[in-house]
């Protein structure tokens, strides 16, 4: 291979994952099948390490049953559930592989020392594979294993699965369909250990329920970096806990209840809201600051009950911060602005329709000279969205900016950037590199007569040097948002806007990565999508022809604009592409 | 905040801390030293201690839980151990501590170990003490009492109470 020449090649070799090109393979057997897999494979922190059974029957298809293994966190290897039956070639005192008569190799499985009747099985996640290996997944022995770890993981169990949140996403159930007993050989009387423990402000633990994997220890330790959970106590009685309680308080623990294997961790949030099985699961992405975690909504007959990290490696591993989690209640809020408004002469807002108020805002916007309109967006709106307010203010040769909005960071997700789409806002031309460099300068406008028009989407521009006294000098104030606000009060036509989860668009994040969102609910009353009726607006006011669908729309934004060239929605997938910023 | 360790206990702990590679591995020499101290070892103690060896509390409170030597509790002045293992189990050691419990006015059944209220006795079961042929053995605060039948049991009850 010659040397990266191009700029584009470079780039693209900085930003490859660490995995070699050239990965040295080991040929294996699974369940009889030859398969070639990787020599070295990526740990939980994605550094290359000797491949694991576990890891070489996923590439072979056969998924082994695990609860203490995870991906993304160390291997423990404590649940045993992964214990398969496995053999290695034969080797003979002149350290030559033994041969078969057909002079294959002759494979020895691993017995126990002084029982060679009885399979000695080897836990999965934690066994590297070496050349020539057997493993034998769906092999009696293995069945068998399985079955023994399964019934002593139940011993104590309450099975209290009618009341238990997380019936229907319970490994422990699905493996109990998988290689349970249907009836119970256990006669004693079951350990009883605490329950409704308060283990934080968010999180519930039953350690009845709990099989001791120890992966929310893991993930709290390893990967928010909060040594906040250990066992106590000994044998039948270890328990999950503490030092203090409701001392599990850091931004992440929300997180231990999606990788609890079973019902033991719950959200106090969550908790008895819903069945898992009667949730609609949309892909989404979380709103609440610049990292843009992918996340999935989970929401039954136009309501949303949670969301949930989804796996983007890219992005936010299988992870989410506790505040972007719980940051969806707004959604569904009783004061939400469901009706267009028109301002009437000296009164109030009153209720209108799409037609009058789409009628009018074309109709003013037609005849607004060149420059007498300003545009703030916001870097909450969708990049289409930003792409269709930009045509509109290059039409009208309008001052545009959006709003910043910085917070803290952390060392994990949460970045100091709050708004989802910031970079967004920037490539496609609304706002600069420092944003809101233009709000004094459209408040002056304003103030000097100049700006006799404003539009205003999803910012309360009062709260950002824009008070309702220079609002008032405006000949029309133009407002799109969600909730209602002191600007949306002033304003002489308001339309009423989508939450993300309720239409369909894409964020850049903090990095450049552009991803999509899907529609998980309906919005209430006339609300619609922005983008809908920002791409008629468009149409009336600069005549120009554009896109319906929202396919058609961010590719043609790709086409226009220079930050997303190449890009297409179909191949954007469910994790987004990167673009440089 | 009145848990305070003595300087020179201090001292010795922190030179305890140099014999080893990391930190944490003088966990166990620490609460060995607190418990001979204080006779037990309270959150205090473990906070201390996990302070000492940058250690979060939870990971110390998981080694108290774990071994029953250390004390969460202070004990009676008169700390009776009876051995429940094999010899000493068939020659009536339940029976002698049902015995102990009765004349203390302590739960039989209850399986932890007890201290009676005025904290003059804690009664507990223990594996061995390696003394199987005088069975049933009690290990009296750091006295090893062989055959010890209701008669000697109630003379170490009279005994405790006048301490």
Known sequence: ?581 | MSFAVPATLEAQLDELVTHYPQKRSASLMFLHALQEHFGYISRDAVEWTARKLGLQPINVYELVTFYPMFRQEPLGKTHIKVCRTLSCALAGSSELRTHFCSKLGLDAHKHAPQTTPDGKFTVEFVECLADCGNAPVVLLNEDLLPKVTPARADEIVAKGKLK
């Open chain 1, 1 to 581: 291979m010659s040397a990266p020449a191009t700029t584009e090649a470079k780039l693209a070799a900085a930003t490859a994952p660490a995995s070699p090109p050239l990965a040295e393979k080991i040929k294996i057997k699974v369940d009889g099948r030859e398969v070639e897999v990787p020599k070295m494979m990526p740990n939980w922190q994605g550094k290359l390490e000797p491949t694991t059974m576990l890891q070489a029957c996923q590439i072979a298809g056969h998924e082994v049953p695990h609860y203490c293994y995870h991906p993304k966190l160390p291997v423990a290897g404590n649940c045993r559930m992964c214990l398969v039956e496995f053999g290695t070639p034969q080797m003979g005192p002149d350290r030559k592989p033994v041969l078969n008569q057909d002079g294959t190799p002759k494979v020895a499985k691993a017995v126990l020392p002084y029982e060679p009747s009885t399979c000695r099985g080897a836990i999965a996640c934690a066994t590297p594979i070496s050349p020539g290996m057997e493993i034998y997944p769906n092999s009696a022995a293995t069945k068998q294993m399985r079955e023994a770890v399964l019934e002593s993981l139940l011993i104590n169990h309450p099975l209290d699965c009618s009341i238990c949140d997380q019936a229907g996403e319970c490994k422990l159930q699905e493996y109990s369909v998988e290689h349970g007993q249907s009836q119970s050989s256990f006669v004693e009387a079951k350990v009883h250990k605490p329950k409704a423990v308060d283990l934080g402000p968010r999180i519930v633990l039953d350690d009845e329920r709990c099989i001791l994997c120890t992966r929310c220890i893991r993930f709290t330790k390893d990967i928010a970096g909060d040594d906040a959970l250990g066992i106590v106590n000994r044998g039948s009685y270890n328990t999950i806990a503490a030092w203090k309680p409701g001392a599990f308080d850091n931004n992440y623990t929300l997180n231990t209840v999606d990788i609890c294997p079973v019902g033991a961790l719950t959200s106090k949030d969550f908790r008895f809201q819903m069945r898992v099985w009667f949730m609609k699961e949309t892909k989404s992405l979380c709103t609440s600051c610049g990292t843009g975690c992918n996340i999935i909504v989970g929401s039954r007959e136009e309501k949303i009950y949670r969301y949930e990290p989804r796996q983007n490696d890219a992005v936010n591993a299988c992870w989410m911060c506790d505040h972007g989690r719980l940051n969806y209640k707004w959604i569904g809020r009783g004061d939400r602005l469901k009706k267009c408004g028109v301002r009437g002469a000296g009164c109030g807002v009153t209720d209108s329709d799409w037609s009058t108020v789409l009628k009018g805002v074309s109709e003013t916007l037609a005849k607004a000279p060149h420059g007498s309109t300003a545009i703030v967006a916001s870097a909450r709106q969708t990049n289409e969205e930003l792409f269709l307010l930009k045509k509109l203010a290059t039409k009208l040769g309008a001052l545009t900016d959006s709003v910043p909005r910085t917070g803290q960071g952390d060392h994990l997700l949460v970045d100091e950037d709050k708004n989802p789409n910031s970079n967004g806002a920037r490539l496609t031309g609304i706002a600069f590199t420092e944003m809101g460099i233009n709000l004094p300068k459209i408040a002056e406008g304003i103030a000097a007569g100049r700006i006799k028009t404003l539009i205003v989407f999803g910012e309360d521009v009062t709260r950002h040097g824009l008070d309702p006294s220079l609002l008032a000098r405006l000949d029309t104030l133009i407002v799109s948002d969600i909730l209602p606000n002191r600007t949306t009060a002033l304003a002489h036509y308001l339309l009423p806007g989508c939450a993300h989860a309720e239409k369909r668009g894409t964020f850049t994040n903090t990095k450049g990565r552009v991803q999509k969102f899907m529609k998980a609910v309906e919005a209430p009353g006339d609300a619609r999508p922005e983008w809908e009726f920002l791409h008629e607006l468009m149409h009336n006011v600069t005549g120009q022809n554009g896109f319906s669908t929202i396919e058609g729309l961010f590719n043609q934004m790709a086409a226009e604009v220079p930050g997303f060239a190449g890009l297409e929605w179909a191949k954007l997938g469910e994790t987004g592409v990167t673009v440089q910023i």
